[in-house]
């Protein structure tokens, strides 16, 4: 079904290229793709997307920090924190009465500081980013 937005979109005929959906399927299959997805839900959250960025450009913040950073409170802060340690993305450390985070390995730094550089190249291009 069309809506005449999307026409220009899609192809006007249905043909595929066997050999590489074949191989791509094959791939595709051994990948945990819902890990994955799980992953970028947890970072599709503006507060946590923010605090993730914090942390890839600090190493480590206590909630305190990462709370007045972002500008919400400790409670928030900390939901925030904790959702991204269950999801593998975060770790934590306890020091006496503060609690300090850091992302838990350099490949979800890699990851924020991918998607950062991206966004900012897309926005300089003029790219419309409202999906």
């Known amino acids: 079904m069309t809506d005449g937005k999307n026409e220009r979109d899609l192809c006007e005929i249905f043909c595929y290229d066997e050999e590489k959906v074949s191989r791509i399927k094959v791939d595709l299959e051994k ?15 503006d507060t946590r997307i923010k605090i993730a960025y914090a942390l890839s450009q600090e190493g480590e913040l206590c909630v305190c920090d990462a709370a007045n950073i972002v500008g919400c409170t400790m409670a928030t802060a900390s939901h925030h924190l904790r959702l991204l340690r269950n999801m593998g993305l975060a770790k934590y450390r306890k020091e006496g009465k503060l609690v300090f985070y850091s992302l838990d390995d350099d490949h979800v730094r890699r990851l924020i500081q991918l998607a950062f550089i991206h966004s900012n190249e897309s926005s300089n291009m003029g790219m419309n980013q409202n999906v």
Do not use: C, H, R
Not at 35 to 45: N, P
């Open 31 to 45: 990948q945990d793709t819902l890990s994955v997805a799980k992953i970028f839900k947890a970072l599709a959250d």
